[in-house]
């Protein structure tokens, strides 16, 4: 194995084509190389979910997501985050070695305050820190990360570095970006400058791992297009097009410029056709799978105990010795 993998996903609303194709599949694939440990940051979640029967129903269905496309329990961790103390218990510490200033700058806390930010809850300031925690305590070397969670991870290493820099030098490693491909980026089918988001109101702007056949095809075949005969990818120019395009190049596992090619001269309709037979074809199976999974609600809830156990007793010894560090042992 090339080291350990880290990373997390929000039980928020549900898991849509853009998380798939953007970050899950991906982690499908690390199992090959990788010690994997998933998890379901469910803490971070209570930022903006403030439903106890929805949050358990998010969890359950973002589990068995991961499961339906491939996440082997048997061979990664998949666990839910407020399950296993060592995430809080060691935020704490590191909230006392990370300078305000750091978490001053980070864009998305102000992207999601908006110009409410005296009425945000604290935890949407710290939600970086707690996110650092997440990855050191298991002390990942990697983390596979979009564009957008970029500087959260620059900031794990810097808040790594000032805990090694005052209590134990190379305690934690500094975790190594892996950046998503851009050609995994999946924008609305409403607007294709916007990422194909959970939260859009719209149910029409994405598709979602829980969307049946017939209701995946109707999506595709109803997304925004525009005039133009033929289909490329023009991002600025055509939008819409080029999301479509990116959209059927990642499911066919096919390079862009290729699918373009064939396309060149197709009309939209005739387009969306043959994108809407490859949506089906393959997201039916893992539909499929989650529907058995979320009928055995007791299945999921011992896969998700089981990986507690075993997330606990790699974090527990690693957050033990940090608190011997500082000296709370």
Request: proline share 5%; aromatic share 6%; net charge negative.
């Amino acid at each position: 194995m090339q080291g350990r993998i880290f990373s997390g996903i929000q039980p928020t609303h549900g898991i849509q084509l853009g998380n798939y194709l953007g970050a899950i599949r991906n982690w499908v694939r690390l199992q090959d190389s990788y010690e994997c440990i998933y998890c379901i940051v469910d803490q971070h979640a209570l930022t903006t979910v403030h439903d106890a029967a929805e949050m358990r129903r998010n969890t359950r269905e973002v589990a068995a997501a991961l499961i339906a496309s491939g996440i082997d329990p048997a061979r990664s961790i998949l666990f839910v985050q407020s399950r296993v103390e060592a995430h809080s218990r060691l935020a704490w510490v590191l909230n006392c070695v990370t300078p305000l200033g750091w978490l001053n700058r980070m864009t998305q806390f102000k992207e999601k305050a908006g110009k409410h930010k005296e009425n945000a809850p604290v935890g949407l300031f710290v939600y970086p820190v707690l996110q650092a925690a997440d990855i050191l305590a298991y002390r990942a070397t990697h983390v596979p990360v979009g564009e957008d969670q970029k500087q959260h991870l620059e900031l794990s290493r810097d808040i790594a570095a000032s805990f090694n820099r005052r209590f134990a030098e190379d305690f934690f490693p500094l975790p190594e970006p892996m950046i998503q491909a851009e050609a995994a980026r999946v924008m609305s089918l409403r607007d294709g400058t916007k990422k194909m988001s959970k939260s859009d109101p719209s149910d029409m702007s994405r598709i979602n791992l829980t969307d049946d056949a017939e209701t995946i095809a109707s999506k595709i075949r109803k997304a925004k297009s525009d005039s133009i005969l033929g289909i490329s990818y023009e991002p600025e120019a055509r939008p819409e097009a080029s999301n479509l395009l990116s959209i059927y190049a990642a499911l066919a596992d096919r390079e862009r410029a290729d699918v373009a090619a064939e396309y060149a001269e197709a009309t939209f309709a005739s387009f969306k056709e043959h994108l809407a037979e490859l949506c089906v074809e393959k997201l039916s199976p893992i539909n499929a799978e989650m529907r058995g999974l979320l009928a055995n609600p007791d299945h999921i809830d011992a896969v998700l105990a089981d990986g507690a156990a075993r997330a606990e007793a790699i974090a527990r010894p690693i957050v033990e010795e940090a608190y011997r560090l500082v000296g709370f042992r």
